[in-house]
Structure formats: C-alpha cells, structure tokens
C-alpha cells in the first residue's frame, strides 16, 4: 500500500474521532462532573423524571425528597439527569 492509499483509511477515521467520540467524552465529562457536585439542598431531575430536593448524600447514592407529602426516595448518583443549586434557585427568587 502506498501512502495515498492510507491517507484514504486514516482520514475518515480521524474525522469520525472528531467528530463524534471527543463531543461525546466531554459531554460524559460534564456528567460526571455535575453529579459530583451535587449538595444538599439542590432540586434535582432524574433520568426517569423524578424531580426532587437532595436530603442526604451517600458515596454511590442520594436520597432526594419529593411531593407534597416529602416523600423520600433513595436512587444511585448516576441516576441524576441535571440539578438546579440553591444558588441559582435564590437567583431566580425562588
């Protein structure tokens, strides 16, 4: 095989990397990083739609609770979508 040749496998490859695989690791990054991040009293949304405010915070699991009747739910980190902190919750006036 001459160079042209590999040229021709090994540049649609690259862009495929770049393209698709780097966007996706950042992304997975941020994840990562947000539930990491998660404290005690940040309202939080989990992949299955739950929306509720953290009460306690375990090394692989939270307990949010949720509903007029402050029920409690106990759920795996990685289940959290995206969180809102009491920081931005008093920002908005809430």
């Known amino acids: 095989m001459d160079w042209v040749t590999m040229a021709i496998m090994v540049v649609p490859l690259g862009i495929m990397y770049f393209a698709l695989i780097v966007p996706q690791r950042k992304k ?4 990562n990083d947000m539930r990491s991040d998660i404290a005690i009293g940040d309202r939080v949304v989990t992949v299955g739609g739950i929306i509720g ?3 306690n915070i375990g090394e692989d699991a939270i307990t949010i609770e949720t ?9 795996l980190r990685t289940s959290i979508q995206q969180k809102e902190s009491v920081e931005q919750k008093q920002s908005r006036g809430g």
């Open 28 to 31: 997975d990054k941020a994840l």
């Open 53 to 55: 405010r953290v009460v």
């Open 67 to 75: 509903g007029n009747e402050k029920t409690r739910l106990r759920m």
